[in-house]
């Protein structure tokens, strides 16, 4: 299932496009997946990390974490996968980058308008006041951050058992519901809702072509399967 003729053909007529990236984007520029060989999650605990009660249990152990998966993202860039859609979205008409990734890569490719349904890694949230503030030190020089306030600081990422930023996944929906083509990349598709996004693309029409090293859940019903390194495969695609 993995004909790129096929899936040239289907971006080349589409105006309007979606594309979801997942950790698997970043993997060419040295930033850990989660899941699969060299995962994250198979050191490392999601809910002694990722989850609100982690933090309130252990702030600083949790800002340990962050503060080292930030400062070896500082030293990544991006690749020719992320290039590629900075590419597309300047052909399009109509292109929405939605991602799951928290490392900034695509802000750093150009993208232009990026729907981080999982936050952003170089942004803190006060948990004093609310304020949602930029920060790219690397390290920390003090853990846990404070806001200008006084209050902690957390980071601005989504964690397990909290809801996405609000509005954004209808946002996400509408973009897809108009979507002819939808590129699935570099995603495990586990981690919802970002993964509902797969069959709700299919359901609303799109041809959904997936680009991954391995075979997800959603392979199958995928229109097109391209199995391999996305900085080989999108640059071709586009
Ligand atoms: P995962 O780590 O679960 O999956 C990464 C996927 O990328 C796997 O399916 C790999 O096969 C694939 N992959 C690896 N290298 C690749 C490459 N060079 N080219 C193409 N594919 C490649 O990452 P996500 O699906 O993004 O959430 O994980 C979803 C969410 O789970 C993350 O946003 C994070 C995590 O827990 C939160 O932290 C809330």
Sequence with gaps: MGDLSQAREWLAQASSVAALTGAGISAESGVPTFR?????????????????????????????????????????????????????????????????????????????????????????LCTQCGANFPNRRVPLPKIPPHCACGGMARPGVVWFGEPLPEGMMKEAEHAVAAAQVFLVIGTSAVVYP???????????????IEINLEETAYTATADCALHGAAGDWLPQLV
């Design 194 to 208: 970002a993964a509902g996004l797969i069959p709700f693309a299919k359901q609303a029409g799109a041809k959904v």
């Design 36 to 124: 699969g060989a060299g995962g994250l999650w198979k050191n490392y605990k999601p809910e002694e990390l990722a989850t609100p009660d982690a933090f309130a249990r252990d702030p600083r152990l949790v800002w340990e974490w962050y503060d080292s998966r930030r400062q070896l993202i500082a030293k990544a860039q991006p690749n020719a996968a992320h290039r590629a859609l900075v590419e597309m979205e300047k052909r399009k008409p109509r292109f929405t980058l939605i991602t799951q990734n928290v490392d900034g890569l695509h802000d750093l490719a150009g993208s232009g308008k990026i729907l981080k349904l999982h936050g952003d890694i170089w942004r803190m």
